[in-house]
């Protein structure tokens, strides 16, 4: 359990940051909270030849809501994200998440840059940010792109993001007042990646549904954004013929691992369930 | 691969020595400082026997490199004790009420439930266990060790109202 060797470097900037990577090549990785990566390097799954580290860049940090957009620093901890109560009153279902994430010491270090650009499809992040439709603020030597969270995952730890390339915030716009939401995640014990898990947020007018958006955690190599499990529920009153299509329609998508949390039936009969619950509880919420 | 130059706090005496970039906060601890409060259980990021207090927050030392904890002002459960070796409030009521048995989890534990109380001094039953899930203990079943931490924190509690 002993890592491989490597550089260790510590810039003060996504500039420098960016050059560093540039010129040190392929062989280097940026950590975050390094509780994906570290454990990882512990198993020599993973055997950078420099790290990078980027816990000094002030500008990775910070969670700021500006004319109607939120914007998050890649370097916020799920803590930090629990504790905004900014955050709280405008977007509940990321702090539901994030209490939803393994451990009180992994939270104070983990960081929702690391949980949404690894590429691991047991993190909890990505299907959210698919369900706020949100973008990730990308950086390399050429500038400065933008990636659809829903663009962003192509198999399990194959991202869009390219080499030299740092994700340095998620953005997304502030949910409409009176959204209903709900985050429901089902596990083995507390702390454990997902069996299945759901996002759901959704607008009501009166008793229709106006506007919804699913997604799923770690029932295929990557997050699934349910955009037909999505459709079958906007326009109709949630009733059990609506929930049931919706149901069907997400477990369509799914391709699960088999492993220690279930065999492929298992988990997405679990995804189903996670969808007709999160839906009723994100329901109950909506005003 | 070049060593780098560590300093860092550790249980108020200042720490300075060169590392090897992979050598895990950890074994740090343990091997280079022979701070040997802090254990290894999993080494896969689960058990929280590794639990340290860095910069005022409960983390896994197995999960971190010396070098990202450079700067960082580390207490341990050595630390946590008086300098004249007298108990914590919480290490006695971990004694008193039977809160390890093994006391393999228990630096760990015990520096989480430290930390635990200082975010949320009156905790209840659900928010203990709540606050202690990133700590394993294969022995007790874990009731003992809610109680002492409750136990704890009505002392400290009753401690802080005399003083005032």
């Known amino acids: 359990m002993i890592p491989g060797s490597f550089d260790y470097h510590r810039p003060e900037s996504v500039d420098a940051a960016v050059s560093l990577l540039a010129s040190l090549g392929d062989e280097a990785r940026v950590v975050a909270g390094g509780h994906s990566l570290i454990p990882m390097m512990k198993l020599r799954m993973a055997v950078p030849e420099h790290l990078v580290d980027l816990q000094d860049i002030a500008d990775l940090k910070g969670i700021s809501i500006d004319d109607g957009t939120i914007t998050i620093g890649a370097m916020t901890t799920q803590a930090e994200l629990i504790a905004s109560e900014e955050l709280a009153a405008t ?73 030299g390339e740092i994700l340095t915030a998620v953005q997304f716009a502030v949910p409409a007042s009176g959204h209903g939401h709900a985050y429901e995640k089902q596990k083995r014990k507390i702390g454990d990646y997902a069996t299945a898990a759901a996002a759901v947020l959704l607008t009501m007018n009166g008793g229709t549904c106006a506007t919804a958006s699913i997604a799923l955690t770690n029932v295929a190599n990557t997050p699934l954004y349910a955009e037909d499990a999505s459709a079958a529920i906007i326009g109709t009153s949630l009733d059990s013929a609506a929930l049931d299509a919706a149901v069907a329609a997400a477990k369509a998508i799914t391709d699960p691992a088999e492993d220690g949390r279930g065999p492929v039936e298992f988990r997405t009969h679990v995804a189903g369930v996670m969808v007709r619950r999160a839906i009723e509880k994100a329901a109950a919420r909506a005003s | ?103 393999f989890c228990t630096p760990g534990m015990i520096t989480r439930a430290y930390r635990l109380l200082q975010e949320n001094p009156d905790p209840t039953d659900e928010e203990i266990r709540f606050g202690i899930a990133g700590n394993l203990c294969r022995c007790t079943g874990y009731q003992n060790i809610v109680k002492a931490i409750r136990v704890a924190a009505q002392q400290l509690n009753s401690a802080q109202e005399a003083a005032e």
């Open chain 2, 1 to 103: 691969m070049s060593k780098i130059d560590v300093k860092m706090t550790v249980n108020g005496t200042e720490v300075e020595k060169a590392a090897d970039p992979r050598t895990l906060l950890i074994h740090f601890l343990r091997e280079e400082l022979d701070i040997t409060g802090p254990h290894i259980g999993c080494d896969t990021s689960h058990c929280g026997a590794c639990t340290v207090d860095l910069d005022g927050k409960s983390v896994k030392s197995c999960t971190m490199f010396v070098g990202q904890a450079n700067g960082a002002e580390v207490t341990t459960i050595e630390g946590i004790s008086g300098d004249d070796g007298s108990l914590h409030v919480l290490q006695d009521a971990f004694r008193e009420h039977h809160g390890l048995q093994c006391g």
């Open chain 1, 91 to 163: 977007c509940p279902i990321i702090r539901e998440t994030s209490l939803l994430i393994a451990d009180p010491q992994v939270r104070n270090v983990g960081t929702i840059g690391g949980n949404v650009a690894n590429g691991d499809p047991g993190n909890d992040m990505p299907a959210l940010m698919q369900a706020m439709n949100a973008a990730y603020i990308v950086q390399n030597s050429a500038g400065r792109r933008e990636v659809a969270a829903r663009e962003f995952y192509e198999a399990a730890f194959f991202t869009a993001l390219e080499d």
